[in-house]
């Protein structure tokens, strides 16, 4: 039988796709109509579809909502969007900072080993210290139900791409959920939720969402994609976690062990025999427990280094 392909806008973007068979399948972008909606439609449908069948014989319609995985959001919020290129300005101050211009991300397939083996729940925090424009955060925020994604970047121009995907993704819950496959659409509509993208200084971080989170039982994941980092400010870093630990352990004694350090680049140790980045603090309160293996966007099974508090 001849194939006509009909295509036309139901309420605000169904696409429809008809093939003159003995089944019609109509395939639209979510669930946009309501079983009054469905039966009108098969109905103008089965009139326009009379005119191409040579025997006039009657065809099943069937209408199928086609819904957005969450590769497809990614790939959505993040077309054009790249954290390659710096400008002078920022590659001056990131460097003056510690940090280094060069750019890298981790890999999906490594985050969904992150998520596989922490199992982020609705009462934890991530963060990323040198966020990029974010995808690692924006991943977590979409797949999985985590509470609180705070990236935290120097790169005014990376920060700006950062928003901007969080603007597109923001469009696409407040006009677009219904095309969303249902635990993504669960995700991304439940309340008190925040993904939030700063540009400031990693070293200057108001930690009031991880106190927030431990005190109420949650977990605290602090991401470092630090392989570029100066040993300087790796070893400013350990410090400032070692009297995050130590606060944390005065306050919410009851909560020891909720929070997490995952690193690329390992932390000076005070065992290292050098005098001059000795890490008290950090080595009295955090134990280097395991290494993963992830891939990254420039190599394979690059370590990761997982810091967790004393008990």
């Known amino acids: 039988m001849k194939k006509i392909i009909y295509t036309c806008l139901i309420s605000t973007s169904a696409l429809i796709n008809l093939y003159a068979e003995q089944t019609v399948r109509i395939i639209t972008e979510g669930k ?8 009108e439609l098969k109905r103008e449908l089965s009139k326009i579809l009379e005119k191409y069948s040579p025997d006039k014989t009657p065809v099943h319609i069937e209408i199928t909502p086609s819904y957005k995985n969450s590769t497809a959001v990614l790939d959505e919020i993040y077309q054009g969007i790249s954290g390659f290129n710096v400008d002078a300005s920022d590659t001056q101050k990131v460097t003056q900072a510690g940090g280094n211009p060069t750019y890298g991300e981790v890999t999906p397939g490594a985050v969904n080993k992150l998520k596989d083996e922490f199992k982020f729940s609705s009462q934890d925090t991530l963060y990323d210290l040198g966020c990029g424009v974010g995808k690692l955060l924006s991943q977590a925020f979409i797949e999985t139900p985590i509470k609180t994604c705070i990236g935290v970047e120097l790169s005014a121009g990376r920060v700006k791409n950062a928003h901007g995907a969080k603007k597109r993704l923001d469009h696409i819950v407040k006009h677009k959920s219904h095309v969303l496959e249902p635990e993504v659409h669960q995700n991304l509509t439940a309340k008190n939720r925040k993904l939030e993208f700063r540009h400031e200084d990693i070293t200057k971080i108001n930690w009031r969402e ?61 065992d290292n025999g050098d005098k001059k980045l000795q890490n008290e603090l950090l080595d009295k309160h955090f134990l280097l427990d395991k290494k993963h293996n992830l891939d990254m966007t420039w190599s394979s099974n690059v370590t990761v280094h997982q810091y967790s508090l004393k008990k």
């Not at 946009?32 to 039966?39: A, I, P, S, Y």
């Not at 431990?214 to 400013?236: A, D, K, M, P």
């Not at 870093?237 to 005065?250: E, H, P, V, Y």
């Open 32 to 39: 946009l109509l309501d079983t009054h909606q469905e039966k």
């Open 210 to 270: 991880a106190f927030d989170t431990v005190s109420r039982g949650g977990r605290v994941f602090i991401w470092i994609c630090s392989t570029c980092f100066s040993q300087e400010l790796q070893n400013n870093l350990a410090q400032i976690f070692g009297q995050l630990a130590a606060d944390s352990k005065r306050d919410f004694p009851e909560h020891v062990g909720n929070i997490i350090i995952l690193t690329l680049k390992d932390f000076p140790r005070h």
